[in-house]
């Protein structure tokens, strides 16, 4: 196994953690409404599940760039979470129960993917923007399987398995995480951190991350409802399975072609681009939930909303954060992910049954313009030579 490329481990890694994802993310709500929870404690479990987000990646980050061992956190989380699918399975799912675990499991979450994009792009050092999108597509390809084979194998078994599926795909993502080394060009151990602040004021990174916020603050009611939405409107688990790979399948091909892009305009120009679509595509999701020609078109738009959004973080991150700040400065990029979509689930869930589930996605879609108010922080400029 160690003989393997490093490139080749670090896919493999991506491609059990967003098969997890793409286990958990559709089919998570749909287990929880199967269990006897309503609209208002989905909002609120689904909030509870990445609510550390607001604490937990600074704690996370601290740590990592202080001992620098950033792939034994990995793989401590990772044994973590499987532990937490396992207590979920057997105890009684009461909602103090489930909330309680879903409070550790994300805080223990919150180690894994903002402590590995750091020590991917320290392993691909100066071939990061040749090789980055070629190792983070096996994230989008765990996805599609994730979602494709559980909602394939939900048709066949009951969804209260559900928590017996992601506990062994986690078992998984454990073990191949002692595939990976610590990344040699990372910074070790420091006795005193690199202050952020003066990082974070200058204003391509306190622009970004505001509309950050806000774009995934429109995908709230996406990632907490969306496969109950479909579902209402009469789609089977595995016509939503196949809605959730669209997204991601665009995803892919943006991190193919990304360069085009990158290569020809703004950063500006592109994250406006990005929030005018994904607003869009919340409001076309929300005018026409029972076709599956609209939903699937509205899915591509994916490969803005979060493909070539995410490109542009990590690029942001790792130019302007240094070596020594880079844990932090992703857990930053995790924390304003969490507070967004913690603060638009409760939202959603809330005002669900009353709005009516077209209603909010339609005002999700609205919230995005927002996000236009802080690209003028952006630079215009193109950038010629992506490093």
């Known amino acids: 196994m160690l003989s393997l490329p490093i490139q080749s481990r670090l896919a493999g890694f991506y491609f059990f953690y967003y098969s997890i994802v793409g286990t958990f993310m559709p089919y998570w709500n749909l287990y929880l409404e199967d269990q006897g929870f309503n609209y208002q404690e989905i909002g609120i479990l689904s909030s509870i599940a990445i609510v550390t987000r607001f604490f937990a990646p600074f704690i996370w980050g601290w740590i990592a760039d202080k001992s620098g061992k950033r792939m034994l956190l990995v793989r401590m989380a990772t044994w973590m979470e499987a532990c937490i699918w ?16 879903m409070l550790i499991f994300s805080f223990f979450q919150n180690a894994i993917l903002a402590q590995f994009e750091g020590v991917t792009l320290f392993w691909l050092g100066e071939k990061r923007s040749e090789l980055y999108g070629r190792v983070r ?53 420091q006795k005193q951190l690199e202050p952020l602040w003066p990082i974070l004021k200058r204003p391509v990174v306190a622009s970004f991350f505001l509309i950050e916020f806000v774009m995934l603050f429109s995908h709230a009611p996406f990632y907490s409802f969306y496969s109950n939405f479909l579902n209402q409107a009469g789609f089977s688990t595995t016509q939503i399975g196949f809605l959730w790979s669209v ?15 990158l290569n020809r305009f703004s950063w500006r120009f592109l994250v406006s681009l990005c929030l005018l679509m994904t607003g869009m595509r919340w409001v076309v999701v929300g005018m026409y939930p029972e076709s599956l020609l609209i939903q699937f078109g509205a899915q591509t738009i994916h490969a803005l909303s979060f493909g070539l959004f995410h490109l542009i973080a990590m690029r942001i991150i790792f130019q302007n954060f240094s ?7 992703q857990a930053l990029y995790s924390t304003m992910w969490g507070m967004g979509v913690a603060l638009g689930s409760i939202l959603a869930g809330y005002y669900w049954e009353l709005f009516g589930g077209e209603t909010i996605f339609m005002l999700a879609g609205a919230s995005t313009l927002i996000g236009l108010l802080f690209v003028y922080g952006l630079p215009q400029q193109v950038e010629q030579k992506i490093d």
Not at 86 to 101: D, E, G, R, T
Not at 160 to 189: K, Y
Not at 323 to 329: C, L, N
């Open 137 to 189: 597509k096996w994230g989008s390809i765990g996805f599609i399987v994730g979602v494709f084979g559980i909602g394939a194998l939900l048709e066949i078994i009951p969804i209260s398995m559900l928590p017996i599926l992601l506990l062994c795909i986690a078992f998984l993502a454990f073990l191949w995480a002692f595939t990976i080394q610590e990344p040699q060009s990372a910074p070790t151990s």
């Open 323 to 329: 070596a020594g700040q880079q844990g932090r400065g």
């Open 247 to 261: 997204g991601v399948v665009a995803e892919i091909i943006m991190f193919a072609v990304a360069h085009l892009f």
């Open 86 to 101: 396992l207590l979920i399975f057997i105890i009684p799912n009461s909602f103090q129960s489930v909330a309680l675990l």
